[in-house]
C-alpha cells in the first residue's frame, strides 16, 4: 500500500497519507511473531521492540487523521484548529507511553505485554495510553468520514470513505478485544476459560482492520483508471455492433471511408477505440448525407444517436 502511494511523497497534501501508510505497514510487520522476536534482541531486548511498534502505530493514527482532515476540512481555521490539537494529543500520548514503559520492568521477551507485564503501573500506562489516542483517533475519523461522506460525488471516493470506517470500527474491535482478553486471562492465571474466543476474535478483526482500510486508501486512486477501462471496454463493444449498420450504409460510397476493410479482432483490440468509433460514425453520418434516399433504419438510426451521446460524454 505504501509502495502504490509513493509518489506522495512529493506532494505536501498527500504526505500524510504517506506517512500513515508507511508506520502503519512498519507496525504491523513489527507486530508478526517471528519479526518481533528477531528485532527485539537487534534493539537492545527487554520488548524495546514493543515501545517501537506502539510509537510507529500512534504517528500511523496521528498522520492518517491529518491526512483525513485535510482532505475534508475545508475551513483553514478549523483545520489548523484540528491538526494543532492532534500535534498536541500524540505530543503527550507518545511521552506518556515512553515513560510508561522505561519505568516498567520487561526484561524477558514477549510479545503479549498486556497479559505478561499488564500488572504493573508503568505498562498499564504504557498501554491505556496508547489505546485511548488511537480510540481517539478512530473516533474522530469516523466522525469526519461521517459528516463528510454524504458530500463526496465519485462512487469511488464514498465507497473507499466508507471502507475505511468499517476498518476504523474493526480495529476499534481489536483494541476493546485484546483488553478484555488481557483482563480474562490475568484473572483466570493466563487461561481465557469460556472466553477463549477472544484471542481468535482478535486476529480476525485486525487483519479485516488491515485489509478495509488499505483497500479503502487505495481505491479511490484507482476510480479514474477504471473509469477509463470502462469507457474503453464500450467503444470496443460498440465498434462491433455499429459494424453491420457501418458496412450497410458504406456499400458503394467508399470515397468517405478511411478504412474499408472488413472488421477484425484488430479493431476490437485497437490501441484507441474512441477514435476509431468516432470515425465510423462519421462516416455513417457522411454516406447519410451523401445518399439521402437510403436513410438509416430506426434501430440503426438509434445506436449512432446513442453512441454519439457516447462520445461527448452524456
Known sequence: MAIVRLTAIVDPRRAHLFRATVFAAAA???HLAPVYYAVDPVLGG??????VLLLFLLTGFWQFRAAI?????TDNVRRRHQLAMGNSAMTVAGIAVTVGFLTSHVDRTDQNLPVTYGDQFGMQVFLWTGSLFILWACLDITFILHRHTASLHAVTFRLGFWLI????????LTLVDRLLSGMVMAAH??????????NSLNGVAETSAVVLVGIGIVLPRLGRPVKHLLRDLQ??????EIHTTWRQVTTGTSDVVLNPNEISLLD???????????????????????????????????LVSQIEDTLIGR
Do not use: Y
Open 165 to 172: 470506517g468499517l476498518g476504523i470500527a474493526a480495529f476499534c
Open 28 to 30: 504491523c510487520t513489527l
Open 189 to 198: 492465571d493466563g487461561s481465557n476459560g469460556p472466553l477463549s474466543f477472544l
Open 69 to 73: 482532515m485535510l482532505a475534508a476540512l
Open 268 to 302: 476490437f483490440l485497437a490501441v484507441k477505440p474512441m477514435r476509431r468509433l468516432h470515425r465510423r460514425v462519421i462516416e455513417v453520418r457522411d454516406c447519410e448525407f451523401k445518399r439521402p434516399e437510403r436513410p438509416l433504419r430506426p434501430k440503426s438510426l438509434a
Open 235 to 240: 467503444a470496443r463493444l460498440l465498434l462491433i
Open 46 to 51: 527487554h520488548n524495546t521492540v514493543g515501545l
